[in-house]
């Protein structure tokens, strides 16, 4: 079974040609997931990971004699050239203030005036690190996200997803004619270091003058990176920013009927759960139904049509 089956055209505005994406539960999830034809976007609070969707706010780690020298050698440059200094902050209309209005200075002059407000930023960021953090929390907790994996053989998601293979994973179909919400899902990035809110080149380039804080790039990265130990998960994610209820910790969402097309029932599951899960099923056209089996020789989950 190919998984990984894409569309050859997708509307503009997708992040994915992707045709399907899995979602492991409990046989108990699953029943409500079908009898209520809804999905559960969740807050970072209500997952089990209790460092997802953390930002660094501190410039611990950070070189800041090296960001120093390289920010005043680029505010060098830009003040002896002759172009416009593309503002990004207030520094930059500094910057350009003191090219239209004092003209001529020699580089040490210029680098001693701006050195003192280099020492200064990083005094600032250093006292509202913790007012920093505070805010960045405020503004993360409210975000919404559905979270997804793009294979239905995983071992340890069905041990740890689907009640110890008791449960079932479902398979959600990208529709272009529907706008599917699953064409806007991104891989997660899996990495052994928290996405930090200030790295070398963004302190460089916003000491000169050049960058303010790209607020939809940064909730990205905060959103779409979770630490390394994870990668098995094989993750996607689609974020619904803070939901139709900014104060809940859930929603759940309802799912276009012909959007779920495959329920894969677990290895351990009952009959008795199998027959129900059945019987709900059979309001969704589409739904092609499989059975997981055990590959003994190699310890893996296989999947097999019904």
Known sequence: MNWDATLSNVPRGWTNNRIHFFKYMSESTAKAVLRNQTLRWSTAATLNDPFEMQLNVTIEGIDVDKVKKRALEKIWELY??????????????????????????????????????????????????????????????????????????????????????????????????????????????????????????????????????????????????????WTYEKEWRISSGHGRNKAAPFEDIRFGINELDGIIYGIQMSDGDKAEILDLSADYPNIELMQAIPIQARGKVGIQNI
């Open 80 to 229: 002896s050239s002759d172009q416009q200094v593309p503002i990004g902050n207030q520094l930059g209309v500094a910057l350009e203030f003191m090219r239209i209005n004092y003209p001529g200075m020699s580089k040490r002059e210029l680098l001693t005036r701006m050195s003192g407000a280099i020492d200064e930023s990083f005094d600032v960021i250093r006292r509202n690190t913790p007012r920093n953090q505070s805010d960045v929390m405020e503004a993360l907790l409210p975000i919404k996200i559905l979270s997804l994996t793009v294979a239905p053989d995983i071992s340890l998601m069905w041990s740890h997803y689907s009640n110890s293979h008791r449960g079932v994973v479902m398979r959600f179909r990208s529709i272009s004619a529907f706008d599917s919400p699953f064409g806007m899902a991104k891989p997660i990035v899996y990495t052994d270091v928290r996405p930090s809110f200030f790295t070398e080149s963004y302190l460089i380039n916003s000491l000169a003058g050049l960058e303010s804080i790209n607020n939809r790039e940064m909730t990205d990265a905060i959103i779409y990176t979770k630490m390394s130990d």
